[in-house]
T-cell receptor, first 113, second 115 residues
């Protein structure tokens, strides 16, 4: 199957700093990528839909100015958590839409001190 | 909006036995896709099985099969000959056939396999 990578796999940062997470489709082009957030022992919650060359579509309740998404190419989408706070600590997962299914990255664990 | 419900937070099964995980969903669409994903402790999401709503035949993948009841909006997963490696969180998911094809996940079922 298709491979999606995420970088970094984990990150620890101080409160008030910004963190960028990259999502790459390694062997296919993805016009659409998705960003999810997963709290411990909970399900994946869609944060936003990232479209190459256009603005992301955010789900209700997700602050677009806090979670900046850039989908600059057909193989790369980035999520930047701006002015991170401890409540932003979570597991962030991206997925890239292939022809018939979505392919998920391995996730990034963000811890904000 | 579509919703996906998994009523079993946790399930357990003896190794080599069969277990069924339940899932119901709500939608007004006629064409859509349903999935079961496995999330082991590594947190990597793994596709277990997929069902297209327009297909009446239940999908099967080796030891995994589904019971898709479109009218009842039910989509259960049966795992036969359970193995220790099957222990994981299992998420039922719904995807529209049109638009951005967003995926909506259920709350998950934690499956324990007892040796």
């Amino acid at each position: 199957g298709a491979v999606v990578s995420q970088h970094p796999s984990w990150v620890i940062c101080k409160s008030g700093t910004s963190v960028k997470i990259e999502c790459r489709s390694l062997d296919f082009q993805a016009t659409t990528m998705f960003w999810y957030r997963q709290f411990p022992k909970q399900s994946l919650m869609l944060m936003a839909t990232s479209n190459e060359g256009s603005k992301a579509t955010y789900e209700q309740g997700v602050e677009k100015d806090k979670f900046l998404i850039n989908h600059a190419s057909l193989t790369l989408s980035t999520l930047t958590v701006t002015s991170a706070h401890p409540e932003d600590s979570s597991f962030y997962i991206c997925s890239a839409r292939g022809r018939d299914e979505q392919f998920f990255g391995p996730g990034t664990r963000l811890t904000v001190l | 909006a579509q919703t996906v419900t998994q009523s079993q937070p946790e399930m357990s099964v003896q190794e080599a036995e069969t277990v069924t995980l339940s899932c119901t969903y709500d939608t007004s669409e006629s064409d859509y896709y349903l999935f079961w994903y496995k999330q082991p402790p590594s947190r990597q999401m793994i596709l277990v099985i997929r069902q297209e709503a327009y297909k009446q035949q239940n999908a099967t993948e080796n030891r995994f099969s589904v019971n898709f009841q479109k009218a009842a909006k039910s989509f259960s997963l049966k795992i036969s000959d359970s193995q220790l490696g099957d222990a994981a969180m299992y998420f039922c998911a719904y995807r529209s056939s049109g638009g951005y094809q967003k995926v909506t996940f259920g709350t998950g079922t934690k499956l324990q396999v007892i040796p």
